[in-house]
């Protein structure tokens, strides 16, 4: 027998969920048949390469931040009607999506992706829904794999730039360590330094990680808000210079097959371990600056 407390609960949930199936249902109905083969072909094509593994991790963390800020959406919209504006943008979205699809442009699947659900989110709740809901959005976009040909113009650079800092550091340590262009000679073994190790991707990733963690560790100091975002590139490069070095030393102590077995999967740990401890230390200092200063000017204006 179910106790009497469970029996009241229970069409208590039932009526909360009618509505939300009545307003959402064919929506969700609609995106799922849409997007579950878009999915599946991401799930084994693109996203099982290194350079675009962290796509499940952006979309899961999409719609976590979706579900986060949903309790203020239903508090500003539930008694607010859509927009008819998110019908052209449902349009838009769907020329994206057939586009891409036919044309087998995931880049163009994937923004159809995004104006698809921001425009059933306009249809149905609003533009004060999607002002509220404008940074999982905003994150989604890291989705978007750029064109061949602008990730090799700018990831060049970005190697050149960390097999110098990793040969200089080393060299400086006293490491029996060489370069030419992006390969590293230490000891008897030569590296490459690859487009995953310290390309484009790798950046915007990181990118993505620092902005995600201003967006959930917000706070009102206005000054720490914009010397973090303004400083995540340079945390990004510092920590695929990180990145490199452990990949070099382990090749160096370990092997060759070491370095480009296991512990090669390893460094890429390390890689988002230390970008993430960066941020939160730098972070940390610029919280402890802005409480000094705020201190110390309370203090003159008292004396």
Known sequence: MMPEAQLNQAPGRANQLRPLLQEWG??????????????????????????????????????WLVYRGWPQVRALTDD???TKWGWPVFALGVL????GRSQ????????SFILISASVLLVLRGGRALKVLWFPFFFMLFLIPLPGEIVSMLTLPMKLAVSYVTEALLYGLGYPIARTGVILQIGQYQLLVADACAGLQTLLTLEALGLLYLNVARTTVGFRNVVLAILIIPISFTANVIRVIVLVLITYYFGDAAGQGFLHGF?????FISALLLIVSLDTLLLWMAKTWSARRAAKEAA
Not at 104 to 111: E, P, Q, T, V
């Open 26 to 63: 064919g929506a969700l109905f609609g995106l799922l048949l849409l997007f579950i083969p878009l999915l599946y072909d991401l799930l084994n094509g693109m996203w099982m390469t290194e350079e675009q593994a962290h796509g499940p991790i952006i979309l899961a963390l999409s719609l």
């Open 80 to 82: 607010q009607p859509g």
């Open 96 to 99: 994206f999506y057939l586009f």
């Open 104 to 111: 087998h442009i995931m880049s163009f699947a994937m923004i």
């Open 267 to 271: 460094a890429g740990m390390v890689l």
